[in-house]
């Protein structure tokens, strides 16, 4: 069946370091990438999408692009700040099926940004 | 004024109790959802409504009952609480297939 994968944390970085998270899928044809934050205390929010193959999802100097070949959504920020520390989640929508009904969620990724 | 909105915010019960919990949202969207999320932050879906009909039933304990009176509402019904029902519930929303978005959670704690 359909799965996403991604790094186990916790991530711990400082202020302005890059920051990579790894995320792979298995899925038959092209399923919708998903990237959604958890900040503490608070319900998962869409950070970034993307629908098809080759396609770049960016928000808040977040990025990830959806690469086909290696079936992977690898999120990437360029310098994190305190703010961003929270749980990231990698997730898939079946093709066909963007982001909602039958949306599977990785297992998240806590990210610590120190000052 | 929040989009996604779920009552209690805490729960605190004994096993063998039955409680509810309460979602609304005020997007229009037509379909919603419930998750669990467990103590590691595994999330995983337990239902899907769609213009207040069933539409995925994952293998959730029949002890579990979700009931959507209208589209706005879908509201959690659990009878004879276990310990590992313990956990945090989400309930979300989303306009057909598109994007998900999420209550804050109700944490549920079964002693």
């Known amino acids: 069946g359909d799965s996403v994968t991604q790094m186990e944390g916790p991530v711990t970085l400082s202020e302005e370091a890059f920051l990579t998270i790894n995320c792979t899928y298995t899925?038959?044809?092209?399923?919708?990438l998903f990237w959604y934050v958890q900040y503490p205390g608070e319900g998962l929010q869409l950070l970034l999408k993307a629908t098809k193959a080759d396609d770049k999802g960016s928000n808040k100097g977040f990025e990830a692009t959806y690469r086909k070949e290696t079936t992977s959504f690898h999120l990437e920020k360029g310098s994190v700040q305190v703010s961003d520390s929270a749980v990231y989640f990698c997730?898939?929508?079946?093709?066909?099926?963007?982001?909602?009904?039958?949306?599977?969620f990785g297992a998240g990724t806590r990210l610590f940004v120190k000052a | 004024d929040t989009a996604v909105s779920q009552t209690p915010k805490y729960l605190v019960t004994q096993m063998g109790n039955d409680k509810s919990i309460k979602c609304e949202q005020n997007?229009?969207?037509?379909?919603m959802y419930w998750y669990k999320q467990d103590s590691k932050k595994f999330l995983k879906i337990m239902f899907s409504y769609n213009n207040k009909e069933l539409i995925i039933n994952e293998t959730v304990p029949n002890r579990f009952s979700p009931k959507s009176p209208d589209k706005a509402h879908l509201n959690l019904h659990i009878n004879s609480l276990e310990l590992g029902d313990s956990a945090v519930y989400f309930c979300?929303?989303?306009?057909?297939?598109?994007?998900?978005?999420f209550g804050a959670g109700t944490r549920l704690s079964v002693l």
């Open positions: 979300a929303s989303s306009q057909d297939l598109a994007d998900q978005y």
């Open positions: 899925a038959t044809g092209y399923p919708s």
């Open positions: 997730a898939l929508s079946p093709q066909g099926n963007t982001g909602g009904f039958k949306t599977i």
């Open positions: 997007l229009g969207h037509d379909t």
